[in-house]
Structures are given as C-alpha cells and as structure tokens.
Nanobody, 115 residues
C-alpha cells in the first residue's frame, strides 16, 4: 500500500513563491515516475508536472518556466517549487504515483494566490 502526503500549501500574494512536498511511504517511489496535478474550483483535475526516477522532468505549458519539480529518492520525497505565482494557480495540488493500473493520490494541499 502506497501512502502519499502533501504539504507546503498556503496563501501567497501574486508573484510570490511556495514549495510543495510529497512524502511517500513505499520504496516503490524510488523507481517510479511521479506527477503533480491540481484542481481549481469548478474545474477538472489537470496535470502539472512529472519527474522520472532518473530526474527527467516535463511541465504543462501553463507552468513552464515558473515551476520546478524535483525529487529526493533517499528521502522518498518529491517537491514542487512554484515561483511567480498567479491567481490562476489557485487550486488544490495533489501528488500522484501510478503503479500498473493503480493510481495513488495524496489528500491534497491548498494553494491560494491572492492579494
């Protein structure tokens, strides 16, 4: 059983920064790609970024150049550094691990960008 726990969300002004963390309970974290998703009020959950076990990264166009995804396999933890935040980044952010046909999700962490 894989457990994922996100942290680091909060209220920040436009242009500010936040760093999200996702701690995983299982060793499988170290060999699997990991993703961040987000869901804004009234909208569908959308993919934000991916980091492979080897550190290769991909980003949604909406966050490219502002967000940085990374991981520390020794700590079973993934990160999302978010800079130059905009009001449209307001959402609940979730980390995801897919193992075979099973998706594991954390409980989410709220990010609110507002003045």
């Amino acid at each position: 059983q894989v457990q994922l726990v996100e942290s680091g969300g909060g209220l920040v002004q436009p242009g500010g920064s936040l760093r999200l963390s996702c701690a995983a309970s299982a060793y499988i974290f170290r060999i699997m790609p990991m993703d961040w998703y987000r869901q804004a009020p009234g909208k569908q959950r959308e993919w934000v970024a991916r980091v492979t076990s080897g550190g290769t990264t991909n980003y949604a166009d909406s966050v490219k150049g502002r967000f940085t995804i990374s991981r520390d396999n020794a700590k079973n933890t993934m990160y999302l550094q978010m800079n130059s935040l905009k009001s449209e980044d307001t959402a609940v952010y979730y980390c995801n691990l897919r193992a075979g046909n099973t998706d594991y999700w954390g409980q989410g962490t709220q990010v609110t960008v507002s003045s």
